[in-house]
Each structure stands twice: as structure tokens, then as C-alpha cells.
């Protein structure tokens, strides 16, 4: 614990932009730096609770042989709370005796910290001059009862990297698009199996969140957040989708939706309204209330489902024997949602996690065993009680 709590601090002193706390002002909430270390704590479940006010809006905790990072939105996105993971994991086995080519650690520590790492990066991107986005139509949403409280369980399971990047190759498309494209066939055949009623009742349109690493798109060195997303779909009114016809539909839609152009719609419609001096002249209860309103209009309704893939992790091979594999756990869903998926991938491992606050296993399993009927080798994750 105590090589963790040193290689923590040295990663501090890199990230010094992320020891902060969210405070609220009359008008906005904002982040305030923090005198204080991340804490470091037994893994005592459940996964990704609240932050509480005053805290740190990082948590590392451990149980076993298992170290986890739990971090809030707010400050910054996956590809920013990996790369503060991946420096802990590095600063560790360095600590051990460990020696890494030049360049894998971030920078030589006490180096002054590029201002463009904490940047607003939204802003940056901004045009004033961009067109509303058009407000979708409502999706169609699991059926399942809610689970009893504490809701929230997780589930993970591996696959092999490369029957997944072939299965993929052999349709043509990335591993996100096909996983997505799983996941929307699995929407599918739930809808179809619901009831007469039950499914006249049900939006028929089903349409599932992807996230997007917007410095893939845009030049940035941000480590704050500096993601939007893409929203593939298929309507069931048009008729049912062969596995095909979706992987298709996917790939356009998301080709489509990740232009920059259209990007810049998504951008405009999260900035403006912090520029917008109406709204800045409201005060943030009101602002809150309107906001959660809002949220399941604009927002959960939209969707039926979110996947959300950070891809294959870059780390050196030195690190191999110590790492055995990762996993990423999407935010709770919401009582709409009920249910998300999480995937990263490491070695010749990709990993899948559900997050799931319903009494139903029906997703995962039809889910999986569609894999294994395309020939993907699907293993749960073995718990070990190693330290």
C-alpha cells in the first residue's frame, strides 16, 4: 500500500488540475482546487457511489488484486481518467524496479503542466453562428422491474480480442460499430418478444448512445472532458432488421454523425447556453430544476441504451505480467435506461461490462449468446483472492 500511496502522489503532482471539489455558486456550480490527497480505500462496494460535497471527485480503491479509479464527469471524460490510471500503474512498477522505454512517463515530474491539459476545450471549439440540434423522438426502453435497493450490480465478461477484431473484419466495420449493432439486435429481439399489448405500447424506434473522444476530432491535449456522442438507431415501424441490415445502418449513421460538422452542432447546443447572458442571469436553483426536467425529455428519453468503448489501451509491454486485464464501468443507468454496457480492451482480452439495475439478465445473456453463435468465445471474469 504504501509503493500505491507513493506513486498516487507522484500522479498528483502530474494532474495537479484534478485535485478539486465542485462547489456551488448563486448562479453556476464550479470546481475549486482542494488541499487534499486522493483517498486511497478498501473496495467495499458498491461501484461508483456519490461524491459527496467537500470530497475530491477521485476516488482509488483496492481490494485484493484488483485497483480501481472512480471518477466523476464533471471533471473529466474516460480517455482523461485512464491516462491518470495508466500513470499510477506506471509510477507503481517503477517504484518495484521497473524501467520504461523514454517517453512512456508522461513527463518529468516538477516540469510546469501545459495550461492547454486543463482548457475548456467546448469552448474552444465554439461557433456562435451554428444551427439548433433537432430534437429526437422518443426511444423505446427495457421492460424489466427495477431491482431492489441498492439497485446497481455489474457483471464482466472477456473476450478474445482477435475472434472479435476478425468477426468485425469479416463484416467490414470497427469493433465499436459491431458491438453496437449487437446491441441494437438485442433490442430488437426483446421488443419482439414482449407481448401483443405490451409491444403496441412500446416506442418502436430503438437507438442506443455512443460515446465519441471528441481529441480524435478536434486537436486538443485537454484532460478534461471532452466527449460527445453519436446515436445510432433502427426503426421497427420500416420492418425488422437482419444482423446485416444493422451493421450497415450503424456504420452509416455513425460515419454520418462523427463529421465535424455535425459535431459542432452538438458542441454549439452545450456551449451556448452557458454564453447565453438570459440564462446566465438565472439562478442555479432555477436553473437545476429546469435542467432536470429537461434531462429526461432532451436527454434518457431519447435513447434506449448506451455503450461506450475506450478501445484498445495503450500500455508498454513491460507492464504485460502485472496486468492481467482491465475493465471500465459506465456510470449507473438511470431508471429509464436500467441498463449499459462498458468495453475496453487490453492484450488479447476485450472486456464487457454491464451495469444493470433490474431484476432481468435477459439483455446479457441474448446478448452473449448471439457472440457465440458468431463464433466469439465469451468467459466470465474470475474473481481471484490473490493480494
Known sequence: MDVLH???????????????????????????????????????????????KGELLLRILVRKN????????????????????????????????????????????????????????YKRYFKDDIPPMVKRSKAFHLPFPLNSKPRFRQSTVILSMSQMKQAAKEKGVSITIYLVAVYLHTLQEIHNNLGGLSRLKKCRRLRVQVPIN???????????NFSLFVMPEIDLRLGQYSFDEIIKTVYHQMQLESDEKLINKNIARNVSGEKNRVVR??????????????????????YSGVITNLGKVDLPDETLEFADHLVVIPPPPNKMLKLNCGVIGFGDKLVLSFGNITRSNEFEERFLLFLTTQHISVEPETKTDQP
Open 281 to 302: 442571469g438565472i439562478p442555479l436553483f432555477l436553473k437545476s430544476l429546469i435542467l432536470r426536467m429537461k434531462y429526461y425529455s432532451l436527454g434518457t428519453s431519447q
Open 66 to 121: 484488483c485497483v480501481s479509479l472512480e471518477g466523476s464527469h464533471v471533471l473529466t471524460d474516460g480517455s482523461g481518467a485512464f491516462a491518470f490510471l495508466r500513470t499510477i500503474l506506471l509510477f507503481y512498477l517503477q517504484a518495484l524496479g521497473l524501467s520504461f522505454p523514454e517517453g512512456e512517463l508522461p513527463h518529468t515530474l516538477g516540469e510546469v503542466v501545459s495550461a492547454e491539459e486543463y482548457e475548456d476545450a
Open 6 to 52: 507513493k506513486a498516487v502522489l507522484q500522479t498528483e503532482e502530474r494532474f495537479p488540475y484534478y485535485l478539486v471539489q465542485l462547489k456551488q455558486g448563486f448562479f453556476w456550480y464550479y470546481l475549486e482546487q482542494l488541499p487534499r490527497h486522493i483517498p486511497i480505500t478498501a473496495d467495499e462496494r458498491p461501484y461508483c457511489r456519490q461524491f459527496r
Open 214 to 224: 471528441l481529441r480524435k476530432i478536434f486537436p486538443s491535449k485537454t484532460m478534461r
